[in-house]
């Protein structure tokens, strides 16, 4: 069964430093989202994107996030200068479609690191 | 803005017994309600989802869900658990002709004993 996946698993970084998620999602998938969980707290939507751009993003996803397709097969999710409080799990996803009464498809999360 | 409630951190049952993990929702409107489930070192997978008709839904794994719009529930259940189900279980709402992004709850991780 196909499944997302994502790369590394765990990153530790040092405040500032900038980090690179990567995501590889279901081959004939069309929309791709990413997730954050802070520990203990909800999973909270990021961003998603459709046809090489954004179509939706939260107040979390400021101008420090962006994200990025650059082949036919990845997805990558950059934070240009981390900081403590971005440290989390964070989830790819995937979906053939989009709509409110669709499932995502994700994958097993980064967990980030910043000290 | 929509919300979802999983009240218990953590679940305990004994293998055999039956097994239920509680959501509540809030929204304004009709609601579109998801469950899914994170095993260890894994993503999240579907279990099963609430769109409309009948109020019980089946999903994977011999799960199943009941909306109740009442109490603004959607309650997981299980008549007999097992081991392998202990993971981590999340509720998720999305809004009839509303965003396609749903609102997750925090998790509940469920341990079922031998």
């Known amino acids: 069964e196909p499944e997302v996946t994502q790369t590394p698993s765990h990153q530790v970084t040092q405040m500032g430093q900038e980090v690179i998620l990567r995501c590889v999602p279901i081959?004939?998938?069309?929309?791709f989202y990413w997730y954050r969980q802070i520990l203990g707290q909800k999973v909270e939507f990021l961003v998603s994107?459709?046809?090489?751009?954004?179509?939706?993003k939260s107040e979390i996803f400021d101008d420090q996030f962006s994200v990025e397709r650059p082949d036919g097969s990845n997805f990558t999710l950059k934070i240009r200068s981390t900081k403590l409080e971005d440290s989390a799990m964070y989830f790819c996803?995937?979906?053939?479609?989009?709509?409110?009464?669709?499932?995502?498809?994700f994958g097993p999360g980064t967990r980030l690191t910043v000290l | 803005a929509q919300s979802v409630a999983q009240p218990e951190d953590q679940v305990n049952v004994a293998e055999g017994n039956p097994l239920t993990v509680k959501c509540t929702y809030s929204?304004?409107?009709?609601?579109?309600l998801f469950w899914y489930v994170q095993y260890p070192n894994r993503g999240l997978q579907f279990l099963l989802k609430?769109?409309?008709?009948?109020?019980l839904v089946k999903g994977s794994y011999g799960f199943e869900a009941e909306f109740n719009k009442s109490q603004t529930s959607f309650h997981l259940k299980k008549p007999s658990a097992l081991v392998s189900d202990s993971a981590l279980y999340f509720c998720?709402?999305?809004?009839?002709?509303?965003?396609?992004?749903?609102?997750f709850g925090r998790g509940t991780s469920l341990i079922v004993h031998p």
């Open positions: 996803a995937s979906s053939t479609r989009t709509g409110e009464y669709n499932e995502q498809f």
């Open positions: 081959s004939n998938h069309l929309y």
């Open positions: 994107f459709y046809n090489n751009e954004i179509s939706e």
């Open positions: 929204v304004s409107g009709n609601p579109y």
């Open positions: 609430y769109i409309t008709g009948d109020n």
């Open positions: 998720a709402v999305t809004l009839r002709g509303g965003s396609y992004i749903p609102t």
